[in-house]
């Protein structure tokens, strides 16, 4: 058995420059919330098999220097003990107060500060990382393998609203690693139906949406298995199958109009290779208490076993 630790939307928790959650949703001050999700991760890695860490992005509120420092403060907490990845979320990129009428304050422009904070280097330089490369020198679009029980993995990060020569450029990638399992990080694929719809917003940028993320890229590859997702309120999943009738399930999480700002929700992703499944657990260590629901704890299958070598839908490792 080993575990992915998935973190949602924390951009109440680092809303620093505008205080929007205090003053629009009397919430106090939840920085805490991240800071007491990294601790447990760290607490708990070992004895959990803690493989990776991955944020659903949005890690600020506005895109804004002193949210970014934030954010990094808590990442460094963890960041020699456990691999991490995060991808841009709709807040996390071109924040514009007062656009115009009928545009959405978000995503106004590609501009993002995560490279500022999360240059590729960072990631390159720390041996925990198998880096694999990234689109244009950017944190926003990049991939990584790891290995766990025997087993090839790549992780693939993707901006919100890809465009089209990213989508073309991961179409490469993971075309080009065919032999791992594939997990794909974007910001927004489902909204809390679980539709794919990127919750109504008018944003400036031009990209893909849900729908063409998933007829582009998601269903074309019989080794993408598992997309993670945030940006829609609340929990929703769906599995369809790929082109090759691969199973490709679908799972979104955020949980920032839950309680407090998001009350440290969080996913917990326990792979059991020998019995083929995937155990997804909601947890919060601020309140120490897990949730139980249906869409909150569920079971998602998928072929592992076999030799530790092994094969998947008609590939190796």
Known sequence: MFTLFIL???????????????????????????????QWILDNKDSLNGTLVLHEGDLTQTNFEIEWQLGCEWFQKIENHIPYVLCTGNHDQGFEPHPPEGISQYSNRRDSLIDAYFPPARFRR??????????????????????????R???????????????????????AHSGHRCIVLT???LDKKGNRDLHGYNYAIEGNGAQEIWDKLLRKHRN????????????????DEGDDGNLVHQVMANYQFWGKGGDGWMRILHFYPEEDRIDVKTYSPVLDRYRHGPSSKFTLPYPMSGSRISVFQGLSG
């Open 8 to 38: 949602p939307d924390s951009q109440s928790y680092c809303d620093l420059r505008l205080k929007w959650t205090r003053k629009y949703f009397c919430v106090p001050d939840q920085r805490h919330c991240l800071r007491q999700q990294m």
């Open 187 to 189: 910001h927004g694929l």
């Open 224 to 239: 993408i298995f598992l997309v993670l997702c945030g940006h829609s309120h609340g929990e929703a999943r769906r599995t």
């Open 153 to 175: 993995f790549m992780v693939i990060i993707l901006e919100f609203m890809p465009r089209d020569e990213v989508i073309e450029w991961a179409n490469g990638i993971v075309s």
């Open 126 to 151: 720390n041996p925990l990382y198998d880096y694999g490369g990234n689109f244009r020198g950017s944190s926003s679009n990049y991939f990584i393998f790891f290995e766990a029980d025997g087993l």
